[in-house]
Antibody, heavy 117, light 110 residues
Framework: EVQLVESGGDLVQPGGSLRLSCAAS????????MHWFRQAPGKGLVWVSR????????EYADSVKGRFTISRDNAMKTLYLQMNSLGAEDTAVYYC??????????WGQGTLVTVSS | QSALTQPASVAGSPGQSITISCTGT?????????VSWYQQHPGKAPKLMIY???NRPSGISYRFSGSKSDNTASLTISGLQAEDESDYYC??????????FGGGTKLTVL
C-alpha cells in the first residue's frame, strides 16, 4: 500500500525555522517526482515546491523561493522541506504528495505548522 | 487571490449533473494539458479525481469527467450522489513549470 506520512509540524515564532519530513512506503520512492503543498486554515490548496526523482531539479512557488528548500534522501525514502524566515502567512497544513501523470496521485495526511508569537 | 478562477459554490439534486469551471490563462490552463481536479472532504487530504484534463485514475467513478476549451477547464459530475458533496479544486502546471490552483468550489447535494 502506498503511504506518505508527514511529520515535523509545530508552533514556531515568526522568523524561525522548521524542517518537515515525509516518509514514503509502498512504492519505489526514487522513481517519482515529489511535491509539497499547503493549505492555510479555511483556505484553498497551494503548491509549494517539487523535486525530481533524483533530486537534481527543484522548483518553488514565488511565495517561498529563497526561504524554503526541498530535498530528498532516496536511501531513506524520505522527502524534506526546510523552512526558514517563517511568517504568519506560512501557517498551514503541509502535505507531501507523489507526482504521477503530472498530478498529486497520493497524498499524506498533512502536518500543521503554526507561526505565532 | 488564486491564479485559477472557480465558482465558490455549485449545487445540484441527486441524479442530476453539475459542471465546475476553472478559468486560467494561456500560461497555464490554455497552454498546458496538465490540468487536474481534486476532491477534498473536510479535515481530509485531497484525492485526485482527474489528471491530464480528462483522465480518471483507477478506482474513480465514470461519473466524473473532465474537459478543456481554450483557457477554461471543466469538471462534470453526472448522476450526483450524496457522497459527492465536497470541495473541489482544479490545478494546472504553468509554462514556468510551477503549479497553480483554483480557489476551490463547494459542491452541495440538495
Amino acid at each position: 500500500e502506498v503511504q506518505l506520512v508527514e511529520s515535523g509540524g509545530d508552533l514556531v515564532q515568526p522568523g524561525g525555522s522548521l524542517r518537515l519530513s515525509c516518509a514514503a512506503s509502498g512504492f519505489t520512492f526514487s522513481g517519482y517526482w515529489m511535491h509539497w503543498f499547503r493549505q492555510a486554515p479555511g483556505k484553498g490548496l497551494v503548491w509549494v515546491s517539487r523535486i525530481r526523482y533524483d533530486g537534481s531539479v527543484t522548483e518553488y512557488a514565488d511565495s517561498v523561493k529563497g526561504r524554503f528548500t526541498i530535498s530528498r534522501d532516496n536511501a531513506m525514502k524520505t522527502l524534506y522541506l526546510q523552512m526558514n524566515s517563517l511568517g504568519a502567512e506560512d501557517t498551514a497544513v503541509y502535505y507531501c504528495a507523489r507526482d504521477l501523470w503530472s498530478a498529486g496521485d497520493c497524498w499524506g495526511q498533512g502536518t500543521l505548522v503554526t507561526v505565532s508569537s | 487571490q488564486s491564479a485559477l478562477t472557480q465558482p465558490a459554490s455549485v449545487a445540484g439534486s441527486p441524479g442530476q449533473s453539475i459542471t465546475i469551471s476553472c478559468t486560467g490563462t494561456y500560461s497555464d490552463v490554455g497552454g498546458k494539458n496538465q490540468v487536474s481536479w481534486y476532491q477534498q472532504h473536510p479535515g481530509k487530504a485531497p484525492k485526485l479525481m482527474i489528471y491530464n484534463v480528462n483522465n480518471r485514475p483507477s478506482g474513480i467513478s465514470y461519473r466524473f469527467s473532465g474537459s478543456k476549451s481554450d483557457n477554461t477547464a471543466s469538471l462534470t459530475i453526472s448522476g450526483l450522489q450524496a457522497e459527492d458533496e465536497s470541495d473541489y479544486y482544479c490545478s494546472s502546471y504553468t509554462t514556468s513549470n510551477t503549479v497553480v490552483f483554483g480557489g476551490g468550489t463547494k459542491l452541495t447535494v440538495l
